[in-house]
């Protein structure tokens, strides 16, 4: 029988997790000598806990004019002799450092405390030397690459043949297919984010009986009802919206000073909508930028607007306006770079990232879009919560 497709996200999740396991060491025992060591994987951690305080991207706190976040500075001669001499951990100093005995060589520097590198740390540290020492990107600015399904025994999907193959690399067998309850609660749970009652989960049963491909046909008419009919639409579209309210940090009072109400649940709704409705992602994306200043705006693309509306406001009598307005950018800034950008901007605000490809004038390029609007930094007091907001 084939993997209902909403059963394939959860398989998609145990491969992520074995993902992960293996990002921490993978199976025990295994020799750092027989698989590839990866620099993001195994190597930069280390490095980050034990060496990047005086030799990583900051400039001021930096040891030695050495750096070893970067391939270039790493392996640079630094008269007669290299931090890092790919392929031979013997005359790479920072293997000399790292393994030696004497107090006054030894890295980490006991006044760091920092502790010595393990004996498995070592042997990863060794191996990635000898491999060639090949630095990497972080992976989020490294285009995706499509790798061809590995062949796997009983994988009928893409996404299977991935979990199974790395289920297999470290002996491991799928386990069996859940009851049809749990899988119909958890079908829910994922769409809607609420059990099924006890009346569904009996329907469900009844009718889930027969050859594989009746079932299959059983399950697919059941995730379709999910996703496409009343009440289950909308429960569907309150379950998706719920991270996107948090992240456009959606508020229904002014989480300042007296936290006064505010009515900014119609663009809540809007959300909701959206969702609902499956409006196109680029849509849903544009209108909430910029809803305001698109040609002939409806009613509901100025609302979508509101995403920018959503930041804590204040009616302190004592805060300073000027101050007020540059926060309310800052706030901008913050969200639309997590959001949209996937990146955290904010310690660019008082300098240069040190991990993300991010300067203090990047920043402030962006700052000044939001810096120009037209509002006040301290906004009247007013008894009544259903007013509008200048």
Partial sequence: MSLPPLLRSFALTTGAVLLAWNAVGGAPGRSEATREVRYSRDVRPLLSDRCFTCHGPEDR????????????????????????????????????RVTSDDSEEAMPPLDSHRARLSADELETLRAWIEQGARYEEHWAFVAPVRHDPPRATGAEHPVDAFVHARLSAHGIVPSPEERPDLLLRRLFIDLTGLPPTLAESDEFLAEYVGTDAERDAVWSAWVDRLLGTEPYRSRYAERMTSPWLDQARYGDTNGLHMDAGR????????????????????????????????????????????????????????????????????????????????????????????????TQDDYYRLFAFFNSNEEPGLYSQLPDPKRAFE
Wanted: charged fraction near 25%.
């Fill in 61 to 96: 706190a930096r040891k030695a004019d050495l750096r070893l976040d970067r391939f270039d500075s790493a392996t640079a001669d630094l008269g007669g002799y290299a931090a890092i001499v790919p392929g031979d951990p013997e005359n790479s100093e920072l293997w000399l």
């Fill in 263 to 358: 009515q900014i649940w119609p663009w809540r709704d809007w959300v909701l909508r959206a969702f609902r409705d499956n409006l196109p992602f680029d849509r849903f994306l544009t209108e909430q930028l910029a809803g305001d200043l698109l040609p002939d705006a409806t009613v509901d693309q100025l609302v979508a607007s509101g995403f920018n509306r959503n930041h804590v406001i204040t009616d302190e009598g004592g805060a300073i306006d000027e101050e007020y307005l540059v926060e309310y950018a800052v706030d901008r800034v913050d969200t639309t770079a997590q959001v949209f950008l996937g990146l955290t901007m904010a310690c660019a605000r008082c300098h240069d990232h040190k991990f993300d490809p991010l």
